[in-house]
C-alpha cells in the first residue's frame, strides 16, 4: 500500500547558523552599542534566548533574529514568541520557542481535515508525524495537494513517500 508521513521539523543546524549570524550582527549594529544584548540557543531544548538591559531594543533584536531565522529558510509558524519578561529596571528577557512535530491538537485538526474530504486513505498519528496509507497513489498526492493549500498554523513536509 502506498504511504507518506507528514512531519513538521526544523534544521537544527540553519537555526543555530541563523543564530551565528544574528550574533555577529548584534556585535556591528549602532544602535546597540553600549547596551548589553545577547542572544543564546538552548541546546536541550532548541529555543532562543533574547536578553537586553534596554527594554526598547527587544523587538529590533526579536525582529533582527527572526529575519536571520527567515533568510536561512526556516518557517516562521514553527516559531513561537513566548511573552516578553520586563524587569522595573529596564531589563527584558524573550523566549522563541521552535516547536519540532506535531503536537496532539494540531495532529488532530490535520488528520480530521483529510478525513472529512472523503478520500479513501487512513490517516493515523505516529510518535508525533501522520501516517498516511491508501490504495491509489492518486489520492495520496490529492491528500498532499489539499494540505500544501491550506494553512495549518505550522510548517508541514511530507516524508517516505512509498509505492
Do not use: C, Y
Not at 72 to 78: A, E, Q, V
Amino acid at each position: 500500500m502506498p504511504s507518506f508521513d507528514i512531519v513538521s521539523e526544523v534544521d537544527r543546524m540553519e537555526v543555530k547558523n541563523a543564530i551565528d549570524h544574528a550574533t555577529r550582527e548584534l556585535v556591528n549594529r549602532f544602535d546597540f552599542k553600549g547596551a548589553k544584548s545577547t542572544i543564546e540557543l538552548d541546546p536541550k531544548t532548541g529555543s532562543i534566548l533574547l536578553a537586553s538591559d534596554k527594554g526598547e531594543l527587544m523587538k529590533a533584536l526579536k525582529q533582527m533574529v527572526m529575519e536571520k531565522l527567515a533568510k536561512r529558510g526556516i518557517d516562521l509558524r514553527n516559531v513561537e514568541a513566548r511573552d516578553a519578561d520586563i524587569s522595573p529596571l529596564g531589563h527584558s528577557r524573550q523566549e522563541l520557542a521552535i516547536k519540532q512535530g506535531l503536537d496532539g491538537d494540531k495532529a488532530k485538526e490535520i488528520t480530521r481535515a483529510i478525513k472529512e474530504q472523503g478520500w479513501k486513505v487512513q490517516a493515523s498519528l505516529q510518535d508525533r508525524q501522520i501516517r498516511v496509507t491508501g490504495t491509489k497513489r492518486d489520492d495520496l498526492q490529492k491528500v498532499i495537494a489539499f494540505l500544501r493549500g491550506g494553512d495549518h498554523g505550522v510548517a508541514l513536509a511530507f516524508q517516505n513517500f512509498r509505492d
